[in-house]
């Protein structure tokens, strides 16, 4: 069943990113004056198929992993001489790279309305409020401590963790000095400290900011008392209520939520013997945490059970309203920072940063997807937003075969003042399908790996 909700949402974020991206294209033909004969969102047999009045055939095909806007070309075969002038190659150097880059900022503009869409009620998040510091670590050495507040990361401000997050990631696999501007408590004070990075958390697969700083975000303390239980699961299956108190595993007392929850990752499939205290008694009972595997390939025990939580402080909640305008702007910026953080993760990966492992697949996409749908609507929204801005940058780099390929070719043609030769356009298409497949394989074996 999973399974099949992570190919759902999958085919329906994939299915919206296409047709949108198709669609640039597809517009942006018909304004220049270029016939288009199929709009189709899919690959292979035609499932759905319709034609409007200027001729287009507008198609459903049965592999959903892409698509494609079919023009007149005259090197694709005969045209008829009567329509020579809705020709693509007809059409002037500009209005050519125009309809290219079409689709690619089709799917820009879209990341933008959906940002928009999720800036214009407002938005409510954490301050980015320290926790725990490793000792030993880069946060250690750099002075931070609990309950400060990290205002800035190399002078960007971090006002939410979300925002520090991004700061951190694009330090990524680099080696220099890093610095921290924080606050305390009750004080507008600021405060600079640094540390150093050595080709920090390069080769990595699936690089945690946080962490890999030895640091750790505060978060609401979490008793032992439990306040959900999952249907279906084993705690369920054992017998777990809500409101038992957790004792202890195997006669090992549990002194927080945390020191429970490692002791059942680490034992999936192993029984434990649980104890708990409920009505006043002390109850023992038999309990086989399931094996899950998370995203990253890791194995783990889970039990399905949800602890109660203190409050968050007041303090700590930073909630934003935004007018209509001043919303679009926000979503603006965003997509361009997001945009910048993609380019510079692809320079990291070929400068080699970054690790390979950790570009990913149709398959982590597929259950990224459906967590993402799992957590509400907002969530997913945001999902489809992050892929179509990858998707447009991805198909924006000059690499033949890909939109950027094609713009490369024509912007030295405008330049030049004539094509490149077919030869040379030949081994380039070439070159760009045995890097374009070498990257889907090394996704796609990173996918594999990570299920294994």
Known sequence: MAIIEQVFWFIIALGVLVTIHEYGHYYVARRCGVKVLRFSV???????????????????????????????????????PDEKHMAFTQKPVLARIAIVAAGPIANFILAVLLFWVLTLPGTTELTPVVGAVEKGSIAEQAGLEAGQTIV?????????RQALAQQLLNRLGETGE???????????????????LDKWLQGIDQPEPFSGLGLTLFSPKASLDVRFVQDDSPASKAGLLFG???????????????????????????????????????????????????????????????????????????????????????AVKRTKDTSAFVLLSLKKLIVGEISTKNLSGPFTIAKVASASAS??????????ALLSIFLGVMNLLPIPVLDGGHLMYYLIELFKGSPLPDRVQLWGYQAGMVMVLGIMAVALYNDVSRML
């Open 42 to 80: 899919g690959f292979g047999k035609v499932l759905l198929s319709r034609r409007n009045k200027e001729g287009t055939e507008f198609t459903l095909a049965a592999i959903p992993l892409g698509g494609y806007v079919k023009m007149l070309d005259e090197r694709e075969g005969e045209v008829d």
């Open 152 to 160: 800035a990361v190399d002078g960007a401000p971090t006002p939410t």
């Open 178 to 196: 890093i610095e921290f501007t924080v606050q305390y408590p009750k004080s507008d004070l600021s405060y600079q400290s640094t540390a150093s």
């Open 244 to 330: 038992d108190s957790i004792l202890s595993a195997d006669n090992i007392t549990m002194t927080s939520w945390d020191a429970w929850v490692s002791y059942v990752q680490e034992r999936p499939g192993q029984l434990i013997d649980l104890q708990i205290r409920r009505d006043g008694s002390a109850i023992n009972m038999p309990l086989t945490p399931m094996l899950y595997t998370k995203d990253d390939g890791t194995k783990i025990g889970r039990v399905g059970i949800g602890p109660k939580v203190d409050p968050w402080p007041e303090s700590m909640i930073l909630k934003r309203q935004y007018g209509v305008m001043e919303s679009f702007v926000v």
């Open 375 to 384: 957590a509400g609507w907002q969530s997913y929204v945001g999902f489809i």
